[in-house]
């Protein structure tokens, strides 16, 4: 008789994470690939440089933006160390969600922070957001396991996160933002999805401190990212230092007013 019986749902999920990181180009290590859908820029917001490693060569308000991680790394975003590493429960603590609250999860990924926030909004939903299927797919493999029934996923594109406009209390996002190809266009389309007085938590490595063992393309200062966040129309509440490597920082849209385009 087997010790465990193992469903064939979740026999699926197990595998398809497992190939994932089989096929990771670099064991432990975050893979990164060119968007699958690159887009086009609709602002004049963005300059081309030369490339550098794990960069894109687009330059958005000074930064260049880093590659996207590829869907055969979501492995690694299941990496046993991050709960010490990330502290997903002082992030979730801290964004005081209400339990009727809708909540968006930008750059989703496998959904390692969707299911925390799910749990705190149980008469609520979670919009978990993502432009690569093979990472939604991860995630409703998890929901049916899990018979979870506040999650959606969304297939979004690299300008459009694909939300109701006037429908979110708050967006998360978590080490995504750094990578999204058109972060004015997606801000934008953001900041419309919020109801007014809407927050979002914008958590990133510190890049201030260069002890901090990740990418530096895929870190961001405090300074620039309120630049970044205050050029859509958002208003910067706060910032928060007590996670172990990132930033907690949180802004808010105006009750009053337009996003500035
Ligand atoms: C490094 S992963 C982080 C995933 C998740 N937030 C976590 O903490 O586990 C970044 C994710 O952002 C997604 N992404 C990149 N650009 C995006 C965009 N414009 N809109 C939505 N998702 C995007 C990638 O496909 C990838 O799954």
Not at 97 to 125: C, W
Not at 160 to 179: C, T
Not at 180 to 188: L, Y
Request: net charge negative.
């Amino acid at each position: 008789m087997p010790l465990v019986r193992v469903c064939p749902r979740s026999l699926r999920s197990i595998l398809l994470v497992l190939a994932s990181l089989l096929l990771a180009p670099t064991a432990g290590c975050q893979s990164t690939e060119s968007p699958p859908d690159a887009g086009s820029d609709t602002s004049d917001v963005y300059t081309q440089t030369e490339p550098s490693r794990n960069g894109t060569g687009k330059v958005y308000m000074g930064r260049e933006i880093s590659q996207v991680m590829g869907h055969r790394g979501a492995a690694w975003l299941e990496r046993a160390e991050r709960v010490d590493k990330e502290r997903p429960d002082l992030v979730i603590d801290s964004m005081q969600l209400a339990p009727t609250d809708v909540v968006a999860d930008i750059g989703a990924g496998t959904g390692f922070m969707t299911f925390r926030i799910a749990k705190r909004v149980p008469e609520g939903r979670v919009f978990a957001v993502d432009i690569q299927p093979e990472m939604l797919d991860i995630m409703r493999e998890r929901i049916q396991d899990r018979g979870i029934d506040n999650v959606s996923p969304v297939r979004g594109t690299v300008q459009d996160p694909k939300l109701p406009a006037d429908s979110i209390d708050a967006a998360l996002m978590v080490d995504a933002y750094h990578e999204f190809s058109h972060p004015r266009e997606m801000m934008n389309g953001l900041v419309e999805a919020l109801k007014p007085g809407g927050r979002v938590y914008l958590v990133e490595y510190r890049k201030e401190d260069p002890s901090i063992p990740i990418k530096t393309l895929h870190k961001m200062t405090e300074a620039q990212s309120k630049k970044e966040m205050t050029a859509v129309g958002l208003e910067w509440v706060d910032t928060k230092e007590m996670l172990p490597r990132q930033h907690f920082m949180v802004f808010e849209k105006p009750r009053v007013g337009t996003a500035v385009k």
